[in-house]
């Protein structure tokens, strides 16, 4: 902290020696030097010190486990210290959650849902002992059945806790319009919208991919809120007068409009350095707003990032293939990328580039694969041995990238074949295994979706899976459980040794379990396993039967004919 502000103060001593007021430069750069000068001086003044026991605090209410209970008194010094006791800094925290979930690319993980369920811990807590607290607030933010709670909630009376099946996952919000996605999840409606909006293809609460961005109303769910509301007496949260999502404009100005100008001509230059430096500013002004990845897109920067894709500088060629994933977010914007010769490119930096490039191509063959018609090209490109090689050598980032590129690419069935040629299913087998089992689920996904092909079918049996995958049907996580049957009908379709292997391995019980506690799907595949189990046991039973029967026989006449 002592050499933060340290380098902070030499800094700001540096910056205020530059006369740049005086300098020939355009009058938003002179605007932000004067910005980041102050930040600086403010920086100077302010000095934390370490809180040992907020500290503990939150780590204590960060690490417990979901059904244990928290300490009022860690919660009550968590919302003072913090500054979370009103209901308006609580939601002001939750928007900024949910930008960081927004921002991390639709792959939150368990660290972000760790936050949440902190922050809805706290919230709880602040609603529950306060419930007249900061009601101008309340009025102001939260649905109109806050007002009503306040009047009810008299004498030591408390504003009843909204169950958390109320909640929308993203806002932590009561819902008001809640829909489902095609996950089975569901979200308050303008949430879900707005996550889309983004250029986000997942579910923000499973990861998974989703099928379709239709979003379809959750009547029971509705009018379960609205019996609860009028049980609690509170007024019913009223839907928005109108389905349609309320986009907020973001035009730029005309000062970006020049700045972009100005970093597209840097970008065709020939100087290295111009290239690079313009190559990360497009990189970050595309990360920030839709509108800036419209106006750059529209402006030609496309066919000029796709050219320095082969540049001999690692840090450019990183930028670059950085900038291009994110403009693909914008779906106008993944034609354009592909129509301007990229993905060869893109593939390259995927082969030889650093390890975040490589990352970032992994990323971007993701993003781009989205459209049904670009799977085909990319696949026939030649990006999936680098794929693979990314899962099986990258970081753990890497290997979600490569591994949900990979799972995108291999839902074309043409995909599947050059996938196993490839050698994802030793690779996959690896991550199953590996101490820590980060990528189980990937794994798991990926094995699932490439079992239906006759090559993955064989290289999955002859890497002796199914030890490995009667495991994960008994002891997996749901999802696991369900991926893991999956590749097992696959594996023992018409196959009567594997039948054998996974009947000796004991799989039945596991399959009964899953068949009646599993997910939908997986309650679907475990009863088409017992079927088949069944039929096979029940031809082992008759074979043996006839074995005996025909043994007895030749034991029978073998004694007839003894003199």
């Given amino acids: 902290m002592h050499k933060f502000h340290e380098v902070t103060a030499r800094l700001e001593q540096a910056l205020s020696r530059i006369s740049h007021e005086n300098l020939d430069i355009l009058e938003e750069v002179k605007e932000q030097v004067e910005l980041v000068l102050a930040q600086f001086r403010r920086a100077k003044g302010r000095v934390d010190v370490p809180d040992v026991e907020l500290y503990e605090d939150i780590l204590s209410l960060y690490n417990k486990s979901n059904d244990a209970a928290a300490d009022p008194e860690v919660l009550r010094r968590l919302a003072e210290k913090l500054q979370l006791?009103?209901?308006?800094?609580?939601?002001?925290?939750?928007?900024?959650?949910?930008?960081?979930?927004?921002?991390?690319?639709?792959?939150?993980?368990?660290?972000?849902?760790?936050?949440?369920n902190l922050l809805k811990e706290i919230k709880d807590f602040v609603q529950t002992e306060n419930p007249n607290l900061d009601a101008p607030a309340r009025e102001k933010n939260l649905p109109p059945s806050s007002s009503s709670a306040q009047t009810t909630a008299v004498g030591n009376h408390k504003a009843p806790v909204i169950p958390d099946d109320f909640r929308c996952p993203i806002s932590?919000?009561?819902?008001?319009?809640?829909?489902?996605?095609?996950?089975?999840q569901t979200y308050e409606r303008s949430c879900i919208e707005k996550w889309l909006e983004q250029g986000h293809r997942t579910c923000p609460k499973t990861q998974q991919t989703l099928s379709n961005p239709a979003l379809t109303p959750n009547y029971v769910l509705r009018s379960l809120i609205a019996q609860w509301c009028e049980a609690n007496g509170i007024d019913p949260p009223k839907r928005p007068s109108s389905s349609q999502p309320s986009k907020t404009k973001f035009a730029c100005s005309p000062a970006?409009?020049?700045?972009?100008?100005?970093?597209?001509?840097?970008?065709?230059?020939?100087?290295?350095?111009?290239?690079?430096?313009?190559?990360?500013?497009?990189?970050?002004?595309?990360?920030?707003?839709?509108?800036?990845?419209?106006?750059?897109?529209?402006?030609?920067?496309?066919?000029?990032?796709?050219?320095?894709?082969?540049?001999?500088?690692?840090?450019?060629?990183?930028?670059?293939?950085?900038?291009?994933?994110?403009?693909?977010?914008?779906?106008?914007?993944?034609?354009?990328?592909?129509?301007?010769?990229?993905?060869?490119?893109?593939?390259?930096?995927?082969?030889?580039?650093?390890?975040?490039?490589?990352?970032?191509?992994?990323?971007?063959?993701?993003?781009?694969?989205?459209?049904?018609?670009?799977?085909?090209?990319?696949?026939?490109?030649?990006?999936?041995?680098?794929?693979?090689?990314?899962?099986?050598?990258?970081?753990q980032r890497g290997k979600k990238d490569?591994?949900?590129?990979?799972?995108?690419?291999?839902?074309?069935?043409?995909?599947?074949?050059?996938?196993?040629?490839?050698?994802?299913?030793?690779?996959?087998?690896?991550?199953?295994?590996?101490?820590?089992?980060?990528?189980?689920?990937?794994?798991?996904?990926?094995?699932?979706?490439?079992?239906s092909h006759p090559e993955a079918k064989s290289a999955i049996g002859a890497a002796k899976a199914m030890p490995v995958l009667v495991d994960f049907i008994g002891n997996g996580l749901p999802r696991n459980k369900e991926?893991?049957?999956?590749?097992?009908?696959?594996?023992?379709?018409g196959d009567q040794q594997h039948l054998a292997d996974a009947e000796e391995l004991g799989v039945m019980g596991h399959l009964v379990d899953l068949a009646q506690n599993g997910t939908d799907r997986g309650k679907r595949k475990a009863a088409q396993l017992l079927q088949r189990l069944s039929r096979f046991v029940e031809q082992q039973q008759r074979s043996q039967s006839q074995a005996e029967a025909q043994a007895e026989q030749s034991l029978s006449q073998s004694r007839a004919q003894q003199p």
């Avoid at 694969?369 to 799977?375: G, L």
């Avoid at 591994?403 to 040629?421: D, E, P, S």
């Avoid at 087998?429 to 979706?449: F, K, Q, S, W």
């Fill in 85 to 116: 006791v009103g209901i308006s800094e609580l939601m002001q925290e939750s928007l900024a959650l949910h930008e960081m979930v927004s921002a991390s690319g639709g792959d939150p993980g368990a660290i972000f849902e760790k936050m949440s």
């Fill in 172 to 184: 932590l919000e009561l819902m008001k319009d809640p829909v489902i996605v095609s996950t089975g």
């Fill in 256 to 395: 970006e409009l020049t700045k972009i100008q100005i970093l597209l001509c840097k970008l065709s230059s020939s100087n290295p350095e111009d290239q690079r430096m313009a190559a990360g500013e497009i990189r970050l002004l595309a990360k920030r707003n839709a509108d800036n990845r419209v106006a750059i897109a529209e402006a030609g920067a496309i066919p000029l990032l796709v050219k320095i894709l082969s540049t001999p500088d690692s840090r450019t060629q990183e930028h670059a293939v950085t900038a291009l994933l994110n403009l693909s977010i914008c779906e106008d914007n993944k034609g354009s990328i592909i129509s301007s010769g990229a993905v060869p490119g893109i593939v390259q930096v995927l082969k030889k580039g650093s390890m975040e490039a490589r990352e970032n191509a992994a990323a971007t063959l993701f993003s781009l694969s989205v459209v049904d018609e670009n799977k085909v090209a990319i696949g026939a490109s030649g990006a999936i041995p680098p794929l693979v090689t990314l899962l099986s050598e990258g970081t």
């Fill in 402 to 451: 490569a591994a949900t590129a990979l799972f995108n690419l291999c839902i074309y069935q043409g995909n599947k074949g050059k996938t196993v040629r490839a050698g994802v299913i030793p690779t996959l087998m690896r991550l199953l295994t590996e101490p820590g089992g980060g990528m189980v689920d990937e794994a798991l996904a990926i094995l699932a979706i490439l079992a």
């Fill in 483 to 493: 991926n893991a049957a999956a590749v097992l009908v696959h594996l023992c379709a």
